[in-house]
């Protein structure tokens, strides 16, 4: 599935991961023609991160979670993501400005559609890691247009070199109508600032979560990519569950930790609250099912 540009993946109906249909981000408009897409439904597209595969397992997981219940497409950027001869240094090196130049084509590709009659209000964009960043680009440059996307859905955007004082800008709460933004390791591979519309912190404001090594070690490395990929696993089954993972609002961790938690909830997924604003905090179970439901939504005593 590799090609020299981008290009997109749908799938919908009654497929399978396996059975897709290949659309250039040049020219995304036969989408809309496609036997996979069905105009009654919400479109969404995934967009993985850094070193990401267009079979990994990450993708597998969204798109089997949304197959059937909405028109699904990943932006398959797989060679423009590649760690490459280079490994982890291209990341620095390539891949943020790969992510910048497709996340604007991709916007680019989206104002295409909606002049083809994709209505924006019916779209939601999801990045995970450095496809979270990838997708801030988008929303802003859906707006160059006077259009705006109506959802997007920051799972661990990337955090090497997005945050702190100098750093490059990231995914924000004014890319979309709404930015929701899930955090499970925050200040290592993921961004440790709250951002979006909503921020929701998994285990409160923990780098590692339950059930993966907490023991220092390096940046790229299988066990910070534990907490990392969490964040989609998390977010997968939120989809097939909507009521598992309930957020309360706090102004702090130490807050929520301490009981002083205010009434107000949000649930992860697709049954979010778009009107919420402010940071959440849930926990979790160490093995799936991970979610808690309204018990999560509470320290545990």
């Known amino acids: 599935m590799i090609k020299s540009k981008p290009f997109f993946s749908t799938l919908g109906g009654s497929g399978s991961f396996g059975n897709y249909s290949v659309f250039s981000l040049n020219d995304p408009v036969p989408i809309l023609s496609s036997s996979a897409y069905r105009p009654e439904r919400k479109t969404v597209f995934y967009v993985f991160g850094f070193g990401g595969k267009a079979e990994e397992k990450s993708v597998q997981t969204i798109v089997e979670v949304y197959l059937g219940i909405a028109n ?28 910048k130049r497709i996340g604007n084509e991709f916007g680019e590709s989206l104002i295409k559609l909606h002049n083809a009659g994709l209505n924006l209000t019916d779209v939601h964009v999801i990045g995970f890691s450095l496809g979270g960043q990838l997708v801030g680009y988008t929303g802003r440059k859906v707006q160059e247009y006077d259009n705006i996307l109506s959802r997007i859905t920051g799972l661990e955007p990337a955090g090497p070199l997005y945050d702190g004082i100098i750093s490059l800008r990231g995914l924000g709460a004014s890319d979309a109508s709404f930015v929701d933004i899930i955090h499970t390791n925050p200040n290592r591979l993921g961004s440790g600032e709250a951002t979006g519309s909503v921020d929701i912190w998994v285990n409160c404001e923990n780098s590692v979560q339950p059930g993966c090594d907490g023991s220092n070690f390096g940046m790229f490395i299988e066990k910070n990519l534990c907490s990392h990929d969490l964040s989609w696993k998390y977010f997968a089954e939120a989809i097939e569950h909507p009521s598992a993972y309930v957020a309360r609002s706090a102004s702090s961790c130490e807050e929520w930790r301490s009981g002083q938690a205010t009434d107000q909830t949000v649930f992860m997924g697709d049954e979010i609250n778009t009107e919420a604003r402010g940071s959440f905090y849930l926990r979790t179970n160490s093995e799936p099912p991970y979610g808690l439901g309204e018990d999560g939504s509470h320290p545990s005593s």
């Open 72 to 99: 699904i497409c990943l932006l398959n950027w797989e060679k423009e993501a590649s760690t490459g001869i280079l490994g982890p240094i291209s990341y620095p090196l390539t891949a943020i400005s790969n992510a």
